[in-house]
């Protein structure tokens, strides 16, 4: 029977409950326990896919194409695990679900509550979500305790303790330890979080504190007796001096694995945090800075691309190197912005990220187009590949060329809309969504990247590159180097080059700190040896 942990949050959003609990669930993994992962938002919402970067950072992808939070990334990048539709709820997803069963009359005509049909169904979707039947699921529940939208989850997770018995749930509870003029930690504002929260039902096992420094004893102490939690779960949290990923280093100095097992009644196992000690190691000796140019448009919202920046990471610590993304802004480049210009001269390599819309893309051309014929190590994912192919088709093929997605109209689509969504209105949910296969030419330099002919990716995207033009663009140069499903152009790339790649996937879903992805590797490799001549 599996073991349930609830991860709530108190004080202020933005703590890092996404990575805090992703950081436990590493550690208990290292403790030789299965673990799975799942995320409450108490959005309306049905999934992520429609919202603006700026409303909720990057959209996540899941193997079966599910479009979701972008915490369920930290929990595949700390833990290994494939997360799926299952993982995720929302309470647009929940309230959809009841009220299509309400209009196909499985009620059998009762009044249709917040309890409890709505607290029914969520208890469902938290007992469904792990078919692996894992030691430990932990579910994260998203927002702040307190917040009204936040009731109905509340409500049913209290039901759910008392449902699974108590030896089988544990509560945990992040909540922030301010720190005032004069360098005095407070405590009174978790206070009055663990009392909203046990005014709702439930009684926090442990209480990890996050703090800019390491909370004192006598801070633990009263935090235990005015909280009524024991002393030794009163975990300190403070900010991390290198990286993320030095959390798990830093509950098991705090022993959570020992207070999670001893309050599961779990045997007691040693973890095997090595590869961790290895990480934060390699990151420690990071002496050496590469620059890549970062030609995105959402220039100062790094989760924007959480995924994409935390690829380079993982490339950079595995070859103990710190990578600086210096944001470019193309449509600054579009102007012809001297400082922006320089940035771009000063490059070691250039990346153009995914997206949607017509802003900044002649600025993104411009610097795919400096990357080819300046010969610097360039990168291009999902809309990247795209403003190459337009790039190539403008300058080397001398056509009048666009994506219909920019220029509806446009003489020459070389990038076209997928023929299977032409007719599609809506947006949520209807792009080619998920993982697919791609077969890569034998002899292409991405094949010798990966070692294999033959990968599966996660895709996001509603355009393609028109088959039309391939042959005119294999002609001139831009090598198709591989193909998915109804031949649908998966990957780009030039001979005469050091390391110019276009992919229509997203190579960023799939890194991890523990396994870098082989293109992010490659590329900042490529960049290091350059520079290393």
């Not at 909720?56 to 972008?70: K, Q, R, S």
């Not at 699921?137 to 307190?146: S, W």
């Not at 970062?294 to 924007?304: C, E, H, I, R």
Request: with cysteine; glycine share 8%.
């Amino acid at each position: 029977m599996s073991k349930y942990i609830f991860v709530t949050g108190g004080v202020v959003s933005s703590l890092g409950k996404g990575v805090t609990a992703s950081a436990i669930g590493a550690l208990i993994k290292a403790g030789k326990y299965s673990v799975n992962m799942m995320k409450i938002d108490p959005y309306l919402n049905v999934d992520a896919g429609t919202m603006r970067p700026y409303e909720h950072g990057e959209v996540f992808i899941c193997d079966d194409g599910t479009e979701t939070d972008l915490d369920l990334g930290n929990y595949e990048r700390f833990l290994q695990i494939k997360t799926t539709k299952d993982s995720a709820i929302t309470t647009g997803r929940v309230y959809l679900k009841v009220i299509e069963s309400e209009r196909r009359g499985e009620y059998l005509g009762q009044t249709v509550q917040v309890i409890p049909h709505i607290t029914d169904e969520i208890k469902r979707r938290i007992r469904a979500f792990d078919k692996h039947n894992s030691d430990i699921c932990i579910i994260e529940l998203g927002g702040t305790v307190g917040d009204i939208e936040s009731v109905p989850f509340i409500e049913a997770i209290r039901q759910f303790a008392l449902e699974e018995g108590q030896e089988n749930v544990m509560f945990i509870h992040l909540t922030l330890i301010p720190m005032v003029a004069g360098g005095e930690h407070k405590t009174k504002p978790s206070q009055h979080s663990v009392k909203t929260l046990m005014s709702e039902g439930i009684h926090p096992d442990m209480l990890v504190c996050r703090s800019q420094e390491a909370i004192s004893d006598d801070i633990k102490d009263k935090l235990a007796l005015f909280c009524n939690v024991k002393k030794e779960s009163v975990i300190s949290l403070p900010d991390a001096e290198y990286s993320i990923y030095e959390i798990p280093l830093t509950l098991q100095q705090e022993k959570v694995l020992e207070r999670i097992e001893d309050r599961l009644d779990l045997p007691l196992k040693k973890a095997d945090v090595s590869p961790w000690k290895t990480i934060v190691k390699n990151i420690k000796e990071s002496t050496e800075t590469i620059d890549i140019a970062f030609v995105g448009k959402y220039l100062q919202l790094s989760d924007a691309y959480k995924s994409v920046v935390e690829a380079f990471d993982h490339a950079g610590y595995n070859h103990k190197h710190k990578i600086n993304l210096c944001n470019v802004d193309p449509e600054a480049l579009e102007q012809n912005d001297k400082t922006v210009l320089d940035l771009l001269a000063k490059a070691d390599g250039i990346f153009v990220p995914g997206g949607f819309g017509t802003r900044g893309i002649n600025g993104k051309i411009a610097a795919l187009a400096y990357g080819r014929i300046n010969k610097i190590p360039t990168f291009g994912i999902c809309l990247g590949l795209q403003c190459m192919v337009i790039e190539y088709a403008r300058n080397i093929l001398k056509l009048d060329a666009d994506s219909v997605e920019f220029t509806p109209n446009t003489p020459n689509p070389v990038i076209e809309m997928l023929s299977n969504l032409k007719n599609i209105k809506e947006l949520g949910g209807t792009m080619r969504l998920g993982a697919y296969t791609t077969n890569f030419e034998a002899k292409s330099h991405i094949a010798k990247i990966y070692g294999t002919a033959t990968i599966s990716e996660r895709h996001r995207h509603r355009f393609e590159v028109n088959p039309t033009y391939t042959e005119q663009l294999e002609k001139a140069g831009l090598i198709i180097s591989g193909r998915g499903p109804s031949n649908l152009v998966e990957s780009v790339e030039l001979v005469d080059h050091p390391w110019y790649i276009g992919v229509q996937y997203h190579p960023e879903f799939l890194s991890s700190p523990l396994k870098a992805h082989p293109l992010f590797d490659s590329f900042v490799k490529t960049i290091i040896d350059i520079k290393n001549k």
